[in-house]
């Protein structure tokens, strides 16, 4: 079973950037969606971006498109977030998730009720 574990998170001025990470463990699959959904006090559950662990393209939500970039350091078994341009309402929780049913691509992104791992969380603050 995969455990998965974020850091990177903190406090940074608009326009700033950071980089979060996920950190996966115990893998038991070979290719499998993995990506990250952030959750802000009042507005719903909203998928950021995701990949597969097998290659292919990358998905990202409009509002963090040519902002954000998704990648991953398979011999790290770690996930990454870039996020440049930071704007106050990128301001939330940011988790990472794996869905283990999708051995190609990820066919139902960006429904997070299909992604049946997720870490602990990871605190985002952007001040304008």
């Known amino acids: 079973q995969v455990e998965l574990v974020e850091s990177g998170g903190g406090s940074v001025q608009a326009g700033g950037s950071l980089r979060l990470s996920c950190a996966a463990s115990?893998?038991?699959?070979?290719?499998?969606?993995m990506g990250w959904f952030r959750q802000a006090p009042g507005k719903e559950r909203e998928g950021v971006a995701a990949?597969?662990?097998?290659?292919?393209?990358?998905y990202y939500a409009d509002s963090v498109e040519a902002r954000f970039t998704i990648s991953q350091d398979n011999a790290k078994n770690t996930l990454y977030l870039q996020m440049n341009s930071l704007k106050p309402e990128d301001t939330a929780v940011y988790y990472c998730?794996?869905?283990?049913?999708?051995?190609?691509?990820?066919?139902?992104?960006?429904?997070?009720?299909?992604?049946?791992?997720w870490g602990q969380g990871t605190q985002v603050t952007v001040s304008s």
């Open positions: 115990r893998f038991t699959y070979s290719h499998f969606c």
């Open positions: 990949m597969n662990t097998g290659g292919g393209r990358a």
């Open positions: 998730v794996a869905d283990l049913n999708a051995y190609f691509g990820c066919p139902n992104w960006p429904s997070y009720r299909t992604f049946g791992k």
